[in-house]
Nanobody, 127 residues
């Protein structure tokens, strides 16, 4: 069982930055692929980014086209935490952001592949 708690959301002006954190419980954090998803008002939840589980010193990441070059996902296994650094924020980035954990090795964007989910943190970008 893994429990996930997101933090770091808030209100920011367009062009600004935020860093989201997701703290995980349990001692098996490093064995999970960790992803970020978001859901805007009136829209379905969508994939944002994912990072591979621990593989030595090399991690692989995948990003949605809409955030590529602006967002960076990272993880600190010693702290059981995954981060999402969000730069050059746009009003269309406004959403509730969720982190999730998947036991699948191959990087995946599929929600069904993620076993555990956090409660979400609100990000609002004003124009």
């Amino acid at each position: 069982q893994v429990q996930l708690v997101e933090s770091g959301g808030g209100l920011v002006q367009a062009g600004g930055s935020l860093r989201l954190s997701c703290a995980a419980s349990g001692r098996t954090f490093s064995s999970y692929q960790m992803g970020w998803f978001r859901q805007a008002p009136g829209k379905e939840r969508e994939f944002v980014a994912t990072i591979s589980r621990s593989g030595g010193y090399v991690y692989y990441a995948d990003y949605a086209d809409s955030v590529k070059g602006r967002f960076t996902i990272s993880r600190d296994n010693a702290k059981n935490t995954v981060y999402l650094q969000m730069n050059s924020l746009k009003p269309e980035d406004t959403a509730v952001y969720y982190c999730a954990a998947s036991g699948i090795v191959k990087l995946t964007r599929e929600e069904d592949a993620y076993d555990y989910w956090g409660q979400g943190t609100q990000v609002t970008v004003s124009s």
